[in-house]
């Protein structure tokens, strides 16, 4: 199918725009060609947004990053041979050299070496992410097409690209089981018979938990995790990062109300509130292990083992009646509001009014005074000025002040207290 450059040059948003036009200006005044490639191309494709750009070159990465960093003003890490990272506004973006990678055994990180545009496209997981797009002058002006990735992309279909794909690297397994179920894709017979077959060759374990782990953080921060799980948990026969973890279809419901419900939430960790669903009844040493495989920094861990510590049908009850808003401000003030969130989704009735009050307003209530209000109106330091701010904020929470003249008014008479 021919594809319209044009079209794909005009559906760049300015921003992005402006990322090809002053990498595309470097690469001239270098005379070295440049390439989108990957990932961004294939959303270009599919009409999707793109957050993070892949751009590629034919030559040695170090005297184009060196212009980069002078003309973007930007700070470069190279984060692998022949790659390298840096941050332009809200986009990442990747530099790479054409190269090629050497499996010498399943599962070893692979031998890299610098390689022609060809070898680069056929080292890639599946044809749809194997597409490239030349830049000339600020503009794309050729789709090199070596795999027939677009084929694929029109047709709906996941390819594999090498007969050893799953074996050299079984985080393609999940990307795989990801992509399908994001772009509602499906698998082509052979690569879906080469899936089934490195499962069941216990494929995961030639791999370190963390790979593996990284690569399902990414699929459950994915907007719509249910099918890509349910459907990993299925063919893996119960999760693959440690034995036996059954999906049941209560845990299913969940996971489904929860894709529905997280555009609703500001959380710095949506898909905790998922891994708190799928992993929240396993015993403690499986627990670490998801643990290490994602690499939990310690307030996810805690949150997790707080919720384990927690007589949770206690807690409900204890929320499950009329309560005042400060009443369940002082319930719920020490709970991390990833856990609250949680609850909120398994809760019911009245207890679910009330976390949902607190979520939306009590949580949202802040006083603009501070111990410094407090020092300079002549109280000595202590623990006691943390305690008068607590009473304004209970006073805010009640509804008793509007404003900050309210609330010095409000302090004053705490004070006197
Ligand atoms: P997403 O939209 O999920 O971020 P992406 O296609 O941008 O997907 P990345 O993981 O950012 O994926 O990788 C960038 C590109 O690198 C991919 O498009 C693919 O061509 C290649 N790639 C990534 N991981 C692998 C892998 N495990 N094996 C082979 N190629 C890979």
Not at 204 to 213: A, E, N, P
Not at 218 to 241: C, D, H, S, V, Y
Request: charged residues 30%.
């Amino acid at each position: 199918m021919k594809i319209d450059l044009n079209l794909l040059n005009k559906r760049l948003t300015p921003q992005i725009r402006g990322i090809v036009e002053g990498l595309s200006a470097i690469s001239k005044r270098l005379n070295i060609k440049l390439y989108l490639v990957g990932g961004p191309v294939r959303d270009l494709l599919l009409k999707r947004d793109a957050i993070d750009l892949d751009f590629l070159i034919d030559s040695s990465l170090d005297k184009f990053l060196e212009s980069v960093e002078s003309d973007l003003d930007v700070e470069i890490e190279k984060t692998s041979f022949l790659t390298a990272k840096f941050k332009f506004s809200q986009f990442v973006i990747d530099i790479a050299q054409a190269r090629k990678e050497i499996y010498l055994n399943f599962g070893d990180l692979p031998q890299v070496s610098p390689a022609t545009l060809e070898e680069d496209a056929k080292r890639r997981d599946f044809t749809i992410n194997s597409l490239m797009l030349e830049i000339k002058d600020g503009c794309f002006v050729e789709l090199i097409d070596y795999l027939k990735g677009v084929e694929d992309l029109n047709r709906k279909i996941i390819r594999v690209i090498g007969k050893n794909s799953f074996y050299d690297d079984s985080t393609r397994i999940i990307r795989a089981l990801r992509y399908e179920k994001r772009f509602n894709f499906t698998l082509a017979d052979d690569t879906f018979e080469q899936l089934k077959s490195a499962i069941s060759k216990n494929v995961f374990s030639t791999l370190s938990v963390q790979r593996l782990g990284a690569e399902f953080l990414r699929t459950l921060k994915e907007e719509n995790i249910t099918p890509a799980i349910m459907r990993l948990w299925q063919l893996t026969a119960g999760g693959f990062l440690t034995g036996d973890i059954e999906i049941t279809p209560k845990m299913c419901n969940l996971l489904k109300k929860w894709d529905k419900l997280k555009k609703c939430f500001e959380l710095d960790d949506l898909w905790l509130i998922s891994l708190i669903i799928i992993y929240k009844d396993i015993n403690l040493s499986q627990f670490n292990l998801i643990a290490e495989a994602l690499e939990l920094k310690k307030l996810a861990r805690r949150i997790i083992t707080d919720l384990k510590s927690l007589d949770l049908e206690e807690f409900l009850t204890s929320i499950s009646k009329r309560l005042s808003k400060v009443e369940i401000y002082d319930r719920l003030k020490s709970i991390d509001t990833h856990l609250i969130a949680y609850f909120y989704l398994i809760s019911r009735g009245k207890a679910k009014t009330n976390l949902r009050t607190y979520i939306d307003k009590i949580s949202k209530v802040k006083i603009t005074i501070t111990g410094e209000d407090i020092l300079a109106a002549g109280i000595a330091e202590g623990p006691h000025v943390g305690s008068m701010l607590e009473k304004v904020l209970r006073a805010k929470i009640r509804g008793e002040l509007r404003n900050r003249k309210d609330e010095i008014n409000y302090l004053k008479t705490v004070i006197l207290d």
